[in-house]
């Protein structure tokens, strides 16, 4: 039986790392901002969502001021940002506002 070449061995592991790369798909969530204002048990969650394609293409509004009015928010307490990647070409960027 005729072992492979090196150079059909290389080239079968760039495809495949090539491939990895491309399929693989990222989410961080990080604080935005945190005021004096308490966190109460009975404290609202207001969210906002913008999606990206290709870096131009852009749909919703992913703002503070959105997601605080979509909770009814008048006192921030809280803010946090959740950014998912896929591929490199779709973005997701979507924001949790807590408080009162």
Request: glycine share 6%; net charge positive; aromatic share 8%.
């Amino acid at each position: 039986m005729k072992r492979p070449s090196t150079l059909f061995v290389l080239r079968q592991l760039c495809i495949a790392c090539t491939l990895c790369v491309f399929l693989s798909s990222c989410a961080v969530m990080m604080p935005v901002t945190a005021t004096s204002n308490p966190v109460t048990t009975t404290a609202k969650v207001g969210k906002s969502k913008a999606t990206n394609v290709f870096g131009f293409w852009t749909d919703g509004d992913a703002s503070i001021k959105t997601a605080a009015t979509n909770g009814g928010i008048t006192k921030i307490a809280t803010v946090d940002t959740k950014i998912t990647t896929i591929l490199w070409v779709y973005k997701i960027v979507e924001t949790t506002v807590t408080g009162d």
